[in-house]
Nanobody, 125 residues
């Protein structure tokens, strides 16, 4: 079992940047496909980005493609989400998640097995 802890959230003006970090303990992240999701009050959790460890393939939601980048650090056992050109609509709690099925890269939150506690990102206009 892996434990995930997100950090790096905060308040930023529109057009600014933030980098979210997801630190893992308990198991190496090479055992999982990693994803980032976000959620705002009253809405369902939304897929943001995912990375398949084996071949470093990535997948992005249309709304963030070209602005956000998911990456990994094998040595530090961490996953990152670099967020540029932030918009007020990016405001949400961002969650890191791990899927035990390393052969797929999924946009469905129900297919992810482990979750962090979330970190708040607020983008002011």
């Amino acid at each position: 079992q892996v434990q995930l802890v997100e950090s790096g959230g905060g308040l930023v003006q529109a057009g600014g940047s933030l980098r979210l970090s997801c630190a893992a303990s308990g198991r190496t992240l090479s055992s999982y496909t990693m994803g980032w999701f976000r959620q705002t009050p009253g809405k369902e959790r939304e897929f943001v980005a995912a990375l398949k460890w084996r071949d470093i393939s990535t997948l992005y939601a249309y709304s963030v493609k070209g602005r956000f980048t998911i990456s990994r650090d094998n040595v530090k056992n961490m996953v990152y989400l670099q967020m540029n050109s932030l918009k007020p609509e990016d405001t949400a709690v961002y969650y890191c998640a791990a899927d035990r099925d390393v052969l797929r890269i999924s946009v469905s939150d129900w297919q992810y097995d482990y979750w962090g506690q979330g970190t708040q990102v607020t983008v002011s206009s």
